[in-house]
């Protein structure tokens, strides 16, 4: 009988290379299921999210191309409370749908990872994952990494922070923690072979 494997949960603040991270772990042959991808496509024209989202928002909320404008909602999701609740109210049902097909179709992996950047302040996912892996940094390191993406500034990337859990709240939610503050990628692939050994996973 083929071992049930391993399912993860992979989370970390914005910027603190938790994607890098998850592109680590699917090199010794771990499947990933990219929540904030499923996001995407259910965003995307013609996703299964965008009529519900109209609905919701109304017709400003979806771009020219048919797809959510996601720098109005983003502003909007932060100035209003009430309106980041009602959109994960219709986004995160059909996430959570989506990454269990995903994860149900990689039951040969020895390992499943499901990236959720919200997966400390959803409530929902410590219960369907064995472990949580927290990647971590400093607020600072943080700030440096996302205003140095295309689009994004300073202030912004602090509103996102201010939006996600605290760094105190996701460690304490964890069954290990990378520190990737100043580690080469060669430092922060041991540090991620050091887990997978750990944790006694078989590659393929």
Request: some cysteine.
């Amino acid at each position: 009988m083929t071992p049930r494997p391993l399912r993860l949960g992979l989370t970390g603040g914005i910027g603190s290379g938790k994607s890098t991270v998850a592109s680590l772990l699917g090199r010794r042959g771990a499947a990933l299921v990219d929540t904030d991808a499923i996001a995407r496509r259910l965003t995307a024209p013609g996703g299964a999210a965008i009529d519900a989202i109209r609905a919701s928002f109304g017709p400003d909320a979806i771009d020219a191309q048919g797809a959510l404008d996601r720098a109005r909602m983003r502003a909007l999701a932060f100035a209003d409370t009430g309106a980041r609740r009602r959109l994960e109210a219709i986004l995160h049902p059909m996430i959570g749908d989506q990454a269990a097909r995903e994860a149900d179709g990689a039951s040969a992996a020895p390992m499943i990872v499901f990236d959720v950047p919200l997966l400390v302040e959803s409530g929902r996912w410590r219960e369907r994952v064995d472990r949580v892996l927290v990647v971590d940094c400093s607020e600072a390191t943080q700030l440096a990494r996302v205003a140095a993406r295309p689009g994004w500034t300073a202030d912004a990337a602090r509103a996102v922070i201010a939006q996600q859990a605290a760094r105190a709240q996701r460690r304490a939610c964890a069954d290990a923690v990378i520190f990737n503050d100043g580690l080469s990628m060669a430092s922060l692939d041991d540090e991620v072979e050091s887990l997978w050994r750990r944790w006694g996973v078989n590659g393929p």
